[in-house]
C-alpha cells in the first residue's frame, strides 16, 4: 500500500514533468490550478478520495459496472500504474482501456 507522502511527492513529480511536455502545451499554472481550485472548493471530497484510495481495495465493485466503459490511462501515470488500468478493464465488463504514449496522469 502507497502511503500519502509517497503519493504525494509521486503526484509532485508528475505535475513538474507534465509541464516539460511541449505536446501537451500546458503552461506552468495549468495543472497547479485546477488541483488548486479542487483542492480549495472541494477539500473533504479530494481528501476523502484520495484517502479512500489508499486505504479501501474497492476492486470487487468493478465487475457490478453496467454501463460500458472507456479507460483512458497514459503509459507513463505513475498515480496508479498502467498495470492497474489492465487489471480494471479486465474486471470491468464491456470496458476498452486506451493508452497515449505522452504525458503522464493528467
Known amino acids: 500500500m502507497v502511503s500519502l507522502l509517497e503519493i504525494t511527492l509521486i503526484r509532485a513529480f508528475e505535475m513538474v514533468a507534465q509541464i516539460s511536455l511541449p505536446r501537451l502545451k500546458l503552461q506552468m499554472v495549468d495543472i497547479p490550478q485546477v488541483f488548486s ?3 480549495l472548493f472541494n477539500t473533504g471530497n479530494v481528501i476523502q478520495a484520495l484517502l479512500l484510495s489508499l486505504e479501501t481495495n474497492l476492486k470487487h465493485l468493478l465487475p457490478q459496472i453496467q454501463a ?3 479507460l483512458l490511462w497514459a503509459e507513463k501515470d505513475l498515480t496508479p500504474l498502467l498495470k492497474v488500468a489492465h487489471e480494471m478493464a479486465a474486471l470491468i ?14
Open 37 to 39: 481550485h479542487n483542492l
Open 68 to 70: 460500458p466503459c472507456l
Open 93 to 106: 465488463p464491456h470496458a476498452t482501456l486506451k493508452t497515449v504514449d505522452v504525458g503522464w496522469h493528467e
